[in-house]
């Protein structure tokens, strides 16, 4: 449920959510095969179709945190927020599409790696690259934070 929660920003919506990703996952238990992946990225790429199939119906908006990375990810260091900025932050975040969105979820919130990403999404590798440096760059521009300069 916590992805569905970061990716819709709802707890409702995520409950219903979980509801149908576990009627998926039992309608579908015949098609996982452990030779293709782990059982947790199957369920990460059902939650989050489900979430951007809800959205794209719905239009739905923020993800929320208490922490942040808004870096590049290479040697960042997490950005721990107060109210107000996690207000900011909460607001920006809900300017993203569900897909730059969800990219950040699965990155940042469930730590899962761009080649797991890539898996749970069913697309390239280049493509979640790209995603999370657009993401990234969008919320930057939103919150008027500049390249190099970190946030206290």
């Not at 730059?100 to 990403?117: G, K, M, Q």
Request: charged fraction near 30%.
């Amino acid at each position: 449920m916590t992805n569905a929660y970061f990716i819709t920003g709802s707890r409702e919506e995520a409950e219903e959510i979980t509801q149908d990703v576990f009627v998926s996952v039992w309608k579908a238990r015949q098609s996982f095969n452990p030779g293709k992946g782990k059982l947790t990225t199957w369920l990460h790429r059902i939650t989050v179709n489900k979430c951007l199939e809800r959205q794209r119906k719905k239009k739905l908006a923020v993800v929320p945190s208490e922490t942040v990375e808004l870096a590049d990810g290479k040697g960042s260091e997490e950005v721990v927020m107060n109210e107000d900025e996690r207000a900011r932050v909460l607001s920006a975040m809900g300017s993203l599409d569900g897909k730059h969105r969800a990219v950040l979820v699965l990155r940042y919130f469930n730590d899962l790696s761009y080649e797991e990403i890539a898996h749970t999404m069913g697309i390239p590798l280049g493509t979640v690259k790209s995603r999370i440096y657009v993401a990234i760059k969008m919320l930057r521009e939103q919150l008027g934070i500049q390249q190099g300069e970190a946030s206290t």
